[in-house]
């Protein structure tokens, strides 16, 4: 199971940072966290993911509270083209390899 | 280093008839997972394969749908006699050999329209 909690929808505007929230309150020490995205219409993207540290690509930064029982996606800078359904995902270390999704967040960018 | 490679992208099929969806990994990925979204709903989850053995199928309709990923070649989900439920966007995914430490591909999906 995804084992995660994330609010519905968000609002942005454009060129200005976003943090996606995500709580995983019972998340092991092996647990991986990864965030995906759907665009209208399309397949899902690979984002990125963690296991303990902050993570950063070019794509987006990952920010895992020392707790590890919560994480943040941030966007530095919010364009139209982020606006997506964004899923936080936990997976065990001993379980199962398959992604299980939620209902994830919603992603709106204003102009 | 094309990505995953899912055909075709739209398919229609009138009621009764078999649909057959392909998915190319990525090169050097052994892992597909194969999903489901229906209109205005969520990802889930049908099967994962490795080359020539089912992982996990606990996500597949116990009729009438079918997976396989042989030695050679994609691979492929089947729907025998579709019914206007089974329209929906169809999403495979591959990964190296354990996707919870890399991340995992998604192709852009298979469109089925039953009519």
């Known amino acids: 199971d995804a084992k995660t909690t994330q609010p519905n929808s968000m609002e942005s505007n454009e060129e200005e940072p976003v943090h996606l929230p995500c709580n995983h309150s019972?998340?092991?020490?092996?647990?991986?966290i990864h965030w995906y995205r759907q665009l209208p219409s399309q397949g899902p993207e690979y984002v990125i993911h963690g296991l303990t540290s902050n993570v950063n690509n070019r794509m987006a930064s990952l920010a895992i509270a020392e707790d590890r029982k919560s994480s943040t996606l941030i966007l530095h800078r919010a364009t139209l083209r982020d606006a997506a359904v964004y899923y936080c995902i936990r997976f065990s270390q001993g379980g199962s390899e398959k992604l299980v999704f939620g209902k994830g967040t919603k992603l709106t960018v204003n102009p | 280093n094309a990505g995953v490679m899912q055909n075709p992208r739209h398919l229609v099929r009138r009621r009764g008839q078999e649909a057959r969806l392909r998915c190319s990994p990525m090169?050097?990925?052994?892992?597909v997972y194969w999903y489901r979204q229906l209109p205005e709903e969520g990802l889930k989850f049908m099967v994962y394969l490795q080359k020539e053995n089912i992982i996990d199928e606990s996500g597949m309709p116990k009729e009438r749908f079918s997976a396989e990923f042989p030695k050679e070649g994609p691979s492929i989900l089947r729907i025998q006699q579709v019914v206007r439920g089974d329209s929906a966007a169809y999403f495979c995914?591959?990964?190296?050999?354990?996707?919870?430490?890399?991340?995992?591909?998604f192709g852009s999906g298979t469109r089925l329209t039953v009519v």
């Open positions: 019972t998340i092991s020490g092996t647990d991986y």
């Open positions: 090169k050097g990925h052994s892992h």
């Open positions: 995914a591959s990964s190296p050999l354990d996707g919870r430490a890399v991340g995992y591909t």
